[in-house]
């Protein structure tokens, strides 16, 4: 574990323990309980984390996978030109890989599936340290490459042109406090 937390495949949501797992579960919790919404509302909706992430192993994410139709995208931000904050052209195809994964109901999202093997070979720079910038790697690898932001808003547009829409879920109403619970 590289983080130094107590999230497990087990357990992804930790122990409890830290502070800093604690926050970071109740911003999962509000972020998921607003999917939740746009599920019961009829409200396409997308939901964006790191591949490797453990959220996508939380109990509630499997239910709306299973239960709601919802499903998930992976993509690698290299193979949409994900670049060091530090890259220069001399240093050649060097791109952040960044494997990412989006929950989502919204059928046209699945056109953002590209993976660092669907695109031309290429090196890649680890998301450790700053660059040469002076720029923390991890802070410069939060924005999405162009291409990608281009190619998500297109499809979303692509959908909402042509009046596409979600049927709202007969779900239960499930409160914050409960997915806080939880």
Known sequence: NMNACTRTQDRP?????????VAGNKSAAIALW????CIVHG?????EHPLTSRLWKLPFVSYVLEHCGLFCVDFDQCAYGKR???WQPSDGDVRVLKASRILTNN???????KRCFDVEKHTHQPVIGKGTDGQSRSTAAAAYPRAFA?????LVRMGWTRRERTTPSKRPTLTLAQLQQN
């Open 107 to 113: 059928h046209r999202l699945k056109g953002l599936a």
């Open 13 to 21: 949501e930790g122990d409890g323990s830290l502070e800093s797992e």
């Open 34 to 37: 607003l999917v939740w919404e």
């Open 84 to 86: 060091p904050s530090d």
């Open 43 to 47: 409200v396409y909706v997308s939901l």
């Open 150 to 154: 281009c190619r998500f808003a297109s």
